[in-house]
């Protein structure tokens, strides 16, 4: 079967080569979530600072804050790890998840919350994060290689 199609235009003079996987992926992901998080943390500040003045954002930009902390953490366990024992990561991952919500639960009831607080900024400043946050993280994921199978390297012939 032959076909008609136009052949299109030629490729490049260079050779594409093959790319491995992302290098990094857990800094790469930690460095874009924090630039997300820090922008939902200036969004929520914004607003909180019209309506509630510097108490307001003070109040968003600890939640924005302590949910980032919750979450920079993964990821760096992730990245000490995930180099040296990449399959055992998922169970780090499970039990730092433990040791942050109580870890975070004892520091928060033990601090309680300040006369000054706003409970709604602060509530706004941390769900602000966490929707920014994690779209980042799931665009940092759709653009991660991850390299699937261990090929082995050839090695060039001599003829």
Same mark, same amino acid.
């Given at each position: 079967?032959?076909?008609?199609?136009?052949?299109?235009?030629?490729?490049?003079?260079?050779?594409?080569?093959?790319?491995?996987?992302?290098?990094?992926?857990?800094?790469?992901?930690?460095?874009?979530?924090?630039?997300?998080?820090?922008?939902?943390?200036?969004?929520?500040?914004?607003?909180?600072?019209?309506?509630?003045?510097?108490?307001?954002?003070?109040?968003?930009?600890?939640?924005?804050?302590?949910?980032?902390?919750?979450?920079?953490?993964?990821?760096?366990?992730?990245?000490?790890? +995930? *180099?040296?024992?990449?399959? =055992? /990561?998922?169970?780090?991952? %499970?039990?730092?998840?433990?040791?942050?919500?109580? $870890? #975070?639960?004892?520091?928060?009831?033990?601090?309680?919350?300040?006369?000054?607080?706003? +409970? *709604?900024?602060?509530?706004? =400043? /941390?769900?602000?994060?966490? %929707?920014?946050?994690?779209?980042?993280?799931?665009? $940092? #994921?759709?653009?991660?290689?991850?390299?699937?199978?261990?090929?082995?390297?050839?090695?060039?012939?001599?003829?």
């Amino acid at each position: 079967m032959t076909s008609n199609a136009d052949p299109g235009p030629s490729s490049g003079n260079g050779s594409a080569g093959v790319s491995g996987p992302t290098q990094s992926l857990w800094l790469r992901l930690l460095a874009l979530s924090s630039a997300a998080g820090g922008a939902a943390i200036i969004l929520a500040g914004l607003p909180a600072l019209l309506l509630n003045g510097p108490d307001g954002v003070v109040s968003s930009t600890l939640g924005g804050l302590l949910v980032m902390a919750f979450f920079a953490i993964s990821l760096l366990v992730g990245h000490f790890v +995930g *180099r040296n024992n990449p399959s =055992g /990561a998922i169970g780090m991952f %499970v039990a730092t998840y433990f040791v942050k919500v109580v $870890g #975070f639960a004892v520091v928060l009831f033990l601090i309680g919350a300040p006369a000054w607080l706003h +409970g *709604r900024w602060f509530l706004i =400043g /941390a769900v602000a994060t966490v %929707v920014l946050w994690q779209a980042a993280e799931l665009y $940092g #994921f759709s653009k991660a290689r991850l390299q699937i199978y261990n090929d082995p390297v050839k090695e060039a012939d001599d003829d």
